[in-house]
């Protein structure tokens, strides 16, 4: 049996006496490494059900403390530099990791080399730009039973086109790692207050609002690489991500970013139905919760909303647009002769997809419609289809395209771009399309809260 295996046993000695027996029993120090591997994964599912706060070398056994000290031991030439240096700040990195040294030590230091370059010791002074700082939606409010901090994030209420159109990809990522600092400061806060350590954040994302709009790719690639360095730089710190409000297209959004969650971090998922209000307090005391959430909290003034916490975004007005595009690449360039039209068939096999595209063109307008064929494997003009989104001409030379549509019944999808009106010049299209699939489980969660009455979008 590896170190790493022996270093994984925790003692806890603050959980109950009927659960440290529970885990002693759970291993055998004669078992294969294979065998470990899943006993490994039972406990973890015990004392995922506990959420163990405050974590420190004395909840080891000898060997996890051995395996601990080694670990610091390792980190010499960074540990002047950390924002803490205490056991919680490191245990946080070997759990990430299941103890396993090497890895733990290659996470840490990639952390801090990300400190380095986003200058992190000063980010809670920087401020972002007025656009962003008015139309970011999102905030701090509350906490839940046990203290630990809550974050509201307003992703329906956000304008992603129009906030990428007034302010960088850099800009607004920049501002979420700011709030996931200004989250930890806040765990500081309340250990000193309440005398005991809190290290983890509720996050509820409300999701009212949610259209195609939001599957814009650039504003999905703001999420996903969001919440890649969430998981490669904040691990062990997210206690639960409630879901409110979910409209039939969550399982698509989901699936967009679900590769860039840990599955440690997708367990800790909630989505809760058309009780959201009532549910929600189970996570969080109602005194903690804006009136405009189903609970008791307003600002000083009675607003529901709390205003003074947190920001509900909204349309980005024109004025503050830098630009009138964002820069994207393209999969395909491919040129449509003079009079002539060039078909792009895209299979679905079954409702719920979206289908979502991009394109420009090059010196002059393309025409652009989406059909449904409806013989299947026949080739078919556009006239024999079914028109699902009406074909007209774009200006994709002077302003790239883009949109998406969800298809509620399975078949072939022709993206047709259309010159035939042009007789004498042929066009250069550049474009990229996709299907996008919804997450299985999160699809057969939304349909089983409809089933019994309780849709999430209520």
């Known amino acids: 049996m590896t170190t790493s295996s022996l270093c994984w046993l925790q003692g806890l000695d603050c959980l109950p006496a009927s659960l440290q027996g529970l885990l002693t029993q759970s291993f055998d120090l004669q078992k294969s490494e294979d065998t470990l591997q899943k006993q490994r ?59 396993d040294l090497k890895k733990a030590e290659d996470m840490l230091r990639k952390h801090m080399e990300f400190r380095k370059q986003q200058d992190l ?56 790692i700011k709030a996931f600092e200004l989250l930890l400061k806040e765990c500081e806060i309340q250990s000193q207050k309440l005398g005991r350590k809190i290290e983890t954040v509720v996050i509820v994302f409300d999701l009212e609002g949610l259209s195609l709009k939001h599957l814009w790719k650039p504003a999905v690639e703001v999420y996903q690489q969001y919440f890649a360095l969430v998981e490669a730089n904040y691990p062990e710190t997210i206690k639960h991500l409630l879901v409110v409000r979910a409209p039939r297209l969550f399982p698509v959004a989901f699936n967009l970013v679900k590769s860039f969650l840990t599955e440690v971090t997708q ?54 647009h830098l630009h009138n595009q964002v820069r994207v690449q393209y999969e395909h360039t491919v040129t449509v002769g003079r009079g002539s039209s060039l078909q792009v068939d895209n299979e679905i096999l079954f409702p719920g997809c979206v289908l979502r595209w991009q394109f420009a063109s090059d010196g002059a307008d393309i025409g652009f419609g989406v059909f449904l064929k409806t013989q299947q494997g026949e080739q078919q003009r556009v006239g024999e289809m079914t028109e699902v989104l009406s074909s007209q001409r774009y200006n994709a030379h002077m302003v790239p395209e883009d949109g998406s549509l969800t298809c509620h019944k399975p078949g072939v999808y022709v993206l047709c771009f259309d010159n035939t009106y042009s007789l004498i010049h042929a066009k250069k299209v550049s474009y990229t399309v996709e299907v996008l699939l919804p997450d299985k489980a999160a699809e057969e969660k939304i349909q089983g809260l409809e089933a019994t009455g309780s849709s999430p979008a209520q």
């Not at 998922?269 to 009136?291: A, C, H, R, T, Y």
């Open 267 to 320: 367990k800790k998922i909630v989505i809760l139905g058309g009780n959201w209000k009532q549910e929600m307090s189970k996570f969080i005391s109602p005194d903690q919760v804006p009136m405009e959430y189903g609970g008791t909290m307003t600002d000083p003034d009675g607003n529901p909303k709390c205003l003074t916490k947190i920001n509900y975004g909204g349309e980005v007005p024109k004025s503050y």
């Open 41 to 99: 994964k039972k406990v973890q599912k015990i004392t995922a059900v506990f959420d163990v706060e405050g974590l420190s070398l004395r909840h080891l056994w000898k060997p996890g403390k051995e395996c601990a000290r080694e670990f610091r031991g390792n980190l010499q030439d960074l540990l002047p530099t950390m924002p803490k240096a205490d056991d919680y700040f490191l245990l946080r990195w070997l759990r990430a990791q299941n103890f």
């Open 121 to 176: 010791d000063n980010i809670l002074t920087w401020q972002a730009s007025e656009v962003v700082q008015l139309y970011d939606s999102g905030g701090m409010c509350g906490y839940d039973y046990e203290g630990c901090p809550v974050w509201f994030d307003l992703v329906g209420a956000l304008d992603p086109k129009g906030l990428l159109l007034s302010a960088s990809k850099q800009e607004l990522i920049r501002k979420r």
